[in-house]
């Protein structure tokens, strides 16, 4: 059982069911209670088949060892679960969630007291229980007594900090907003902060369904595109949409389309620097757009670069290295707000932005003075990715050699090739799903296909040899 860049995940039935999801449960406050000390436990969950049901697994093992366990009274989105642990002071929580991953999914995200998804070696501890303690953590978990569990209600204080935090800095023209949860937690959510703030906001796909109506709860560009449709076709000035969990953010904005979060955190950036909210730095994972250093250089601040993980961008902001933070799946993090990404809050940033300065225009003097940054992924299906990428690095070494001047190698989190054309190449094994991911930037899609092709082609032939 490994906990991966966002928790525990797989598949309800076979790698996710009622024992495994105790044993977690139990493992985790064991290995919490002698570490951190446990006295309060929050127990979340999603909308997913089965996320109510694992929840109140998990807050009956929690009453076992004697801890006041709460449980959410309605599915609630991941970051708001951990503005909630550090308004009401909670000890540890726990979010049953795949996230972004496909409706047959399910998981469980531990986080703790600070608000933060749990650190690698706190992880690493609760796999050392699970490893050295499994017999008896089974005798324990096999007779769960299941007791009426205290909810709370989350939501309500949550809407309202945020409208209160953005209307106190933000005087924004009232703009037509769709708003997509995508059948997932955020359904009520950013919809009401926005009307909160005077926004003209319409929800669509708001009924929450564990199979998300057939598609896929991640907002990338295939799976919202009558939402795109409705923006470019002037109907709407913006679309906002969530993942799963609303973790995640994309947003659409009339005259510039689609954006991703590529587009997104260099406008942030360039925004909330303008604000005097970004000082310190900026980080990004080894997989985001290196449009952010060259916004850093001229901005005289510092980049931080680290593993594929928001938990890695909090520690950044942790140590002092940077303001603001993300990851080019979707999520950014603020040393201001929660130390988790938060789609919510970022999609009313960017809805505010769009309202005062508007994003396509700062969007549009980056890329004038800094060049268009052209972006694609392909992901492999693969077993055990992460060991087969350690495996074939020097042959992708010799590979990468060959396809321009390079200005050198990154191997915090896979294999990465950076040229000085400002284009590069990643080669790296997910942390959630049996796929090995290749990422590609450059300043034209021709060289981001050329290369990708040669590397999807190499990776394909050593996988299978």
Known sequence: MKFGTDGVRGIVGESITDLVVAVIAEATLRYWGRRHGVSRVLVSHDTRRMSRDFAVIIASVAREHGVDANIVSSPTPTPVVSWAVLKYRYDLAFQVTASHNPPMYNGVKVIGGDGAPAKPEDTNGIEEVINSEYDDVLRSV???????????????GYVEYLVSWFSSRFKPRKLKVLVDPIHGAAVGYTASILKGLGFDAVEVNSEQDPDFKGKLPNPEYDQIKDDIDAVLSGKYDMAIAHDGD?????????????????RIIPVFLRALWGMGMVKRGVARTVAT??????IALDLNIKVTETPVG???????????????GGEESGGLAYSWHIPEKDGIYSGVMGACIEGTGGVSSIYGELTSRYGERHFRRIDIKANDAKTLVNRIKPELRRQLTSMGELTGFVEIDGFKAVYRDKSWVLIRGSGTEPLIRIYSEALSMSRVNELLGSVVDLVNRLVKG
């Open 289 to 294: 757009t290196h449009l952010i250093d060259d």
């Open 246 to 262: 609303s973790d995640r953010v994309a947003m659409v904005v009339k005259g510039l389309g689609y954006l991703d979060a590529n």
């Open 310 to 324: 928001i938990k890695y961008i909090v520690d950044a902001i942790n140590r002092g290295e940077a303001d603001i």
């Open 142 to 156: 096999r007779d769960i007594e299941y007791t009426q569990i205290p909810s709370i209600n989350v939501r309500d």
